[in-house]
């Protein structure tokens, strides 16, 4: 389904991503980890054609993304920070999305999961920062899009509301979808990944699940594990 | 394209400061009809309002929501459409909710007064078109600032500065270079700096429609003498449809190569 190839890329002298290589062939919760400013944000926004790479390729079924916009139909995304135009209203950014991605999409249930419904013909500058990412969350599962990326999407949730992304998130995964999830919440992401990828000064550090990441730092849990690469 | 237009449009229509800039152009135009008792006398007063404020406003506005909305533009980014359509849809949704404002703004109060009874319509049409003009032109180079920095206050302070230099300095400048260099022939200097400043180039625009020697200064005699009352509309309005296009072509190129 996406296969990365030999992705480089760098601001000004800085260089973010350093020749990263991997493939992801089945379905599944993927977590790209690691410390700040090691490349996560700026190797999702690649995969979505925000940031275009100094070298290298990432195909999405076999065909590269930077020929084509289309591929980003398939592919939903939920940005870390919501932030909508002030003036429009919440039914009419779900409008405006819809309209804009040309696919079938299905908002009722979200809506109704999240209790929007009162806030339908609010405007969207109205609205404080969890009722915001409520909104995001309904946006990017109201398509059934095979490949979800995830950026923090537990940004201002509610206990309640991060119970049902929760389950949200492990139904789409029962649906064979590819989900790939950043996140500094440790144990949302134990709970959750199949998978690790972490990530270090831009290069792929460690690939493979949690267990075996366990298992290599002869930690007891992921933060440890963590906690110990980063600080050996 | 039309869609991004269609909801960025109805997004700026409603906040408070399309409406404060529609208050704006209603009391002036009012306040100017009613005190004024003259048409034409109006429409050379509004044409000095207007040849400044629009740039102004088409800036600052353009700069503002390319910022404010940055994290919006980028889950569009992420959405399958184009990023020409995406930017050239908040182009248009700026540009023309702005216009509008204008339009409606001083359009009622000099329809109450009787404009259709009056000569003047074709003046005060041609006033309209040129400060739409301006808007488009102003609101495409801030957008271009904006895209080529990322830093919030340093796009701004340009943006500003860009606005300034053709409002004030760029006259400044080439009244101060015609005093040095007064001993050679200027005219076709002259000429050729006025195709440079869309302000400079509105401002012959309108004159020239209005016929109203006195106030043409020398850039706008030369535009008469040089091309004629007809060939000089013409030339000066093609001269700013380039001013539109120059812009935009740049936002359009840039925006593809953009990292957001």
Known sequence: ?232 | MIKIFKYSFSDLMRSRWSFIYLAFYLVLGFVLLFLNNDLSKAVITLMNVIVVLTPMIGTIFGIMYFYNSREFTELLLAQPVRRSTIFLGQYLGISISLTLSLVLGLGIPFLAYGLFQSGEIANFLLLLISGAFLTFIFVALSICIALFNSNKIKGFGYAILMWLFFAVIYDGIILLSMMIFQDYPLDNFALVASFLNPIDLSRILVLLKLDISALLGYTGALFQRFFGTSLGLSVSLGLMLLWVIMPGVLMVRKSSKNDF
């Open chain 1, 1 to 232: 389904m996406i296969q990365v190839k030999n992705l480089t890329k760098s601001y000004g002298k800085l260089k973010v991503l350093e020749d990263i290589h991997f493939e992801i062939e089945k379905g599944g919760i993927y977590a790209i980890l690691g410390p700040n400013g090691s490349g996560k944000t700026t190797f999702l926004k690649i995969l979505l054609g925000m940031v275009i790479p100094g070298s290298g390729e990432i195909h999405y079924n076999g065909e590269d993304i930077l020929k084509s916009h289309e591929y980003r139909k398939h592919i939903g995304y939920l940005p870390q920070i919501a932030r909508f135009p002030d003036n429009l209203t919440v039914k009419e950014i779900i409008h405006m999305i819809a309209d804009v991605r040309e696919i079938d999409s299905l908002p009722e249930p979200l809506i109704a999961l999240f209790g929007l419904d009162s806030f339908l013909d609010k405007k969207l500058g109205t609205l404080s920062g969890g009722t915001r990412q409520k909104v995001n969350i309904v946006l990017t599962f109201m398509f059934d899009s095979p490949v979800i990326v995830l950026d923090e999407p537990t940004a201002g949730l509610d206990p309640v509301s991060l119970i049902k992304l929760k389950s949200l998130i492990n139904e789409e995964k029962e649906k064979g979808k590819i989900i790939l999830i950043t996140s500094h919440i440790m144990s949302l992401v134990e709970e959750l990944a199949d998978e690790v990828f972490f990530l270090l000064e831009g290069s792929i550090y460690f690939q493979g699940t949690i267990d075996a990441l366990r298992r290599k730092t002869a930690a007891s849990n992921l933060e440890h594990a963590i906690a110990k690469i980063l600080e050996p």
